[in-house]
């Protein structure tokens, strides 16, 4: 059997020979002190890189979140969030054990975002009765799929217009900035966090470091995020070793995210029109199958076929989910495709 093609997440990316080297030479020192060098150099290259005036890096998007919402929100407050979010569905209710602060989920529109309409309404009165509604968190990329720019303009000043903050999981910010092909990648992500108070944005999945993401925004936010850090045990020593990866990722792994991105509609355009299948045409590096009619029995099926064959994909609601990233060639697509091919003439 040749090597596993790894498909369920672009978070099993492994560091590259010169990633490493990085690594091996940053200097360091303790950043619960301030005193790393990589580490700040890192924090002021991600804040400088996406307009914002500060930035602390943290182990994880989940991490970054977390300390997101609770700068933002205190005990009792609310957040509106998408149903389908990151930080509401899949980080362990975290907000609201840790510090108290309310989750208020809507339903996504057929595109990914959460309606005018419905943000609007889900805003709380002055009123006694009522969690205090203090800020609006979306997601770009969500399911891989890109917010577009006109919508998070309406929806953060819909926002402000109601003195609510905003926050932006951008766990795959870079993802979605690279499906602008009106721009350079590094410059759509500028433009799409400047709708935005706060941004997370992820190093150890698609950019490829081992571990971390950044979280920015004013340095009076950063202050008090950094509190909250500290009080998930998220503080962190000689980090620079992690930064180093981080910082080498955004020097040479941004702009080859688009090779990922045509491995993705490769992927997409071999099965797309299979009978039995149904598959929406990616915007970014996440293809989603779905077994029209038959049902959660064959996917796991399809799913154990493609195990067998050396092939790994996560199965979310009945869905395939596979998505490429920089350990994946055009060779290991192709070999994706023989094995979904061969399952789907039976």
Known sequence: MNACVDLRSDTVT???AAMYEAMQRAPVGDDTYGEDPTVNALQARIAGMLGFEAAMFVSSGTQANLCAVLAHCGRGDEYIVGQMAHCYRWEAGGAAMFGGVQPQPLEHAEDGSLPLAAIAEAIKPDNEHFAVTRLLALENTLG????????????TVLARQHGLSTHLDGARLFNAATADAAASPKAAARRIAGHFDSVSVCFSKGLGAPVGSALCGSAAFIARARRVRKAAGGAMRQAGVLAAAALHALDHHVERLAED????RLLYEGVCDRPGVRAQAPQTNIVFLDLVERGQDTARALQQHLQARGILVSM???QLRLVTHRDVDEAGVLRVLDALREFLRR
Not at 144 to 155: I, K, N, Q, V
């Open 316 to 318: 979310l609601y009945g």
């Open 261 to 264: 991105h045509q491995l993705a």
């Open 14 to 16: 492994r560091p590259t």
């Open 144 to 155: 891989g799929r890109c917010l577009p720019d006109a919508y998070l303009s309406a929806a």
